[in-house]
């Protein structure tokens, strides 16, 4: 199974920008579909966004669409989330999981998971 360790969160005003990062390590980081997803306080974890083994397909949730990015060095076995126009709303926990069905990701569940980065962004 692969290993994940997330990275680069941190403390952040309202309209800034943040870069995390997921570094795998473990059995073959290719196999993996890999997403973000985040769990606010008294809030269910939620899904954020999500890319395929290759990178060819990404998938976001609307709250986040057209300000977050993700993608995925292989050779590195790396992958990023680009946040930018940070609101309040986003502060969670975020959490880098990784699957071999996209879809499951999209439904918060995966075969592997991080130990989570706090993001913290404040008005």
């Known amino acids: 199974q692969v290993q994940l360790v997330e990275s680069g969160g941190g403390l952040v005003q309202a309209g800034d920008s943040l870069r995390l990062s997921c570094a795998a390590s473990?059995?073959?980081?290719?196999?993996?579909?890999v997403g973000w997803l985040r769990q606010a306080p008294v809030k269910e974890r939620e899904f954020v966004a999500a890319?395929?083994?290759?990178?060819?397909?990404?998938l976001y949730a609307d709250s986040v669409k057209g300000r977050f990015t993700i993608y995925r060095d292989n050779d590195k076995t790396a992958v990023y989330l680009q946040m930018n126009t940070l609101k309040p709303e986003d502060t969670a926990v975020y959490y880098c999981a990784g699957d071999r069905q996209i879809r499951n990701l999209r439904q918060a569940q995966a075969d592997a998971w991080g130990q989570g980065t706090l993001v913290t962004v404040s008005s």
């Open positions: 473990g059995r073959a980081f290719n196999w993996y579909a």
């Open positions: 890319i395929t083994q290759s990178g060819s397909t990404t």
